[in-house]
C-alpha cells in the first residue's frame, strides 16, 4: 500500500497529517490505517493520494466533490 506523498502541500501546511501517515494513522480520525480496512483498490489508492481511511472517505466522498489531485 502507497503512503500519501508527504511533500505535498497540505502536508507542509498540516505537520500533524504528516505526523498521523508517519504512524500509520487515518489523518483525520487517527484510525489504524490497514489494508483490510478498505473496501476496494480505489479507496486504497485514494489514501494514497488524501491519507484517509475508508470512513472518512466515506464521508467524504458523499459530498459531490471528489478530491482527484
Ligand atoms: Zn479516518
Redesign the pocket.
Known amino acids: 500500500m502507497k503512503s500519501p506523498n508527504l511533500n505535498k502541500p497540505m502536508f507542509q501546511v498540516c505537520p500533524e497529517y504528516a505526523n498521523s501517515v508517519r504512524n500509520g ?7 489504524k490505517i490497514t489494508n483490510e480496512g478498505f473496501s476496494d483498490e480505489i479507496s486504497i489508492k485514494e489514501y494514497g493520494i488524501s491519507g ?6 466515506d464521508s467524504v466522498f458523499n459530498n459531490p466533490t471528489k478530491i482527484t489531485s
Do not use: F, G, L, P
Not at 494513522?25 to 484510525?31: K, L, N, Q, V, Y
Open positions: 494513522e487515518c489523518i483525520t480520525c487517527d484510525s484517509m481511511c475508508q470512513e472518512c472517505q
